[in-house]
């Protein structure tokens, strides 16, 4: 009978505190603001910036020092393709600086004045590309055209110095091995298609951290309200410990509001705005549930360490970019140093990014992300047991400020 009454008072006390922190998140502006409209319209804003996939003639400056033949030839070339155009001829790099700065250009190629002697001279020769690095579309644009075109000089300074007597052997000069370019998992070779699902991932993880702090420092607030009130001491253990049943509430309130609001960004988003979209139902399900369950309890940890409400919003912005570039979508994985990749680890959006990422753009299944998806479900039992911890550490730590009285 012990037991049972103890189950339902506990199911009682659960559901006490889902209502509760229900109710606090729609009473709060602030975090409403984070938990339904940011996730509501910044992925929306975030697509329609990148839903053109590429750009057309972004207009660069050219400095040429050099004033050659070779240099005039790689600027026709440049102003010639469809990514590019040379607007500016400058004589410095500071007032190619200025006009980049007033954006009225998005890129800079400078030319030394020893690029053509150094060509003459059979010495490698360099072209300097300064971009602006605000849109990555731009930069996209021009380094890949610049690319492209230094390609197409290299090849024909390969031919006029091979000296060759016909047609096919200049060919196999500049390209000894025929092959065709076909580009896997982004037919349309956008960057829409390349981060935006990353991004979609990272959404749900920052809003969730914004809000649920934001949520903590409230009612951390509100609880000091009363240091200067008595409570009985039955009543002071009795608030030590419900943190659990506490924080199960809580995290139910939290998992309801992000069931909705994730089904709305992964699934929704994407489809809005014609992104490839390769995800299959069921699997995605269980590999979001994780995702969800270790993003709560994460941020439900470091809530605990939060004082104010302000120091949440800069902890989440200052963290944002860092966290894209360790989940080896935006910086290739193999390329990040092994000490940051095990501090990446400690992060649910690494192991969330790269699964999701891999479902969506790739088609994969659940059993072919086995590893982010084990490691989720870790994480996810990692972070409840560090927040039933911090919970009531923050608990007993709070109701130790009560002063203790007589029992009413």
């Known amino acids: 009978m012990d037991l049972a009454k103890n189950i339902k008072q506990s199911i009682a006390g659960i559901c006490g505190a889902w209502a509760d922190e229900m109710r ?12 339904i409209f940011v996730p509501l319209f910044y992925p929306l804003l975030y697509s329609w910036i990148y839903t053109n996939e590429v750009v057309r003639e972004v207009p660069v400056a050219v400095v040429d020092q050099s004033h050659s033949e070779t240099s005039r030839d790689f600027m026709r070339r440049l102003d010639a393709s469809p990514d590019v155009r040379v607007a500016y001829h400058c004589n410095s790099l500071a007032e190619a600086k200025d006009l980049v700065g007033r954006q009225d250009a998005f890129g800079v190629i400078y030319f030394p004045a020893d690029f053509q002697g150094r060509l003459a001279r059979m010495e490698q020769s360099r072209v300097s590309v300064f971009c602006d690095m605000s849109f990555m579309l731009y930069y996209k644009a021009i380094f890949q055209t610049v690319t492209a075109v230094a390609g197409d000089v290299n090849a024909a300074i390969q031919v006029e110095r091979a000296g060759n007597w016909t047609g096919r052997e200049d060919e196999i000069t500049t390209k000894p091995l025929d092959f065709d370019e076909v580009q896997i998992f982004n037919s349309t070779g956008g960057y829409g298609n390349f981060i935006i699902p990353a991004v ?17 420092a409230t009612a951390r607030e509100r609880f000091l309200k009363q240091a200067g009130r008595q409570v009985g001491e039955h009543t ?7 943190s659990v049943i506490m924080l199960l509430g809580r995290a139910m309130c939290y998992f309801m509001i992000y069931a909705v609001v994730s089904a709305y960004v992964v699934l929704v988003v994407p489809r809005m705005f014609g992104f490839t979209s390769l995800l299959h139902p069921v699997d995605t399900f269980w590999f979001m549930l994780p995702f969800l369950l270790s993003c709560i309890f994460f941020a439900m940890t470091l809530s605990c360490a939060v004082r104010y409400r302000e120091n949440i919003i800069l902890l989440v912005v200052f963290t944002s970019v860092p966290l894209l570039f360790l989940s080896g979508v935006s910086w290739p994985q193999s390329a990040i140093p092994e000490f940051w990749q095990w501090v990446s680890a400690l992060f649910p959006s690494t192991f969330g990014v790269r699964g999701f990422v891999r479902m969506n753009s790739m088609g994969a299944l659940l059993g072919d992300v086995k590893v982010e998806y084990v490691a989720l479900w870790v994480q996810t039992l990692a972070y409840f047991a560090t927040a039933c911890l911090a919970y009531r550490w923050r608990a007993g730590k709070l109701v130790g400020r009560l002063k203790v009285g007589n029992e009413d």
């Open 24 to 35: 606090s998140t729609f009473k709060d502006e602030g975090v409403l603001i984070f938990f």
């Open 200 to 216: 979609l991932m990272l959404i749900i993880q920052q809003t969730l951290l914004l809000g649920v702090g934001l949520s903590a």
């Open 236 to 242: 002071r253990k009795q608030l030590a410990c419900s």
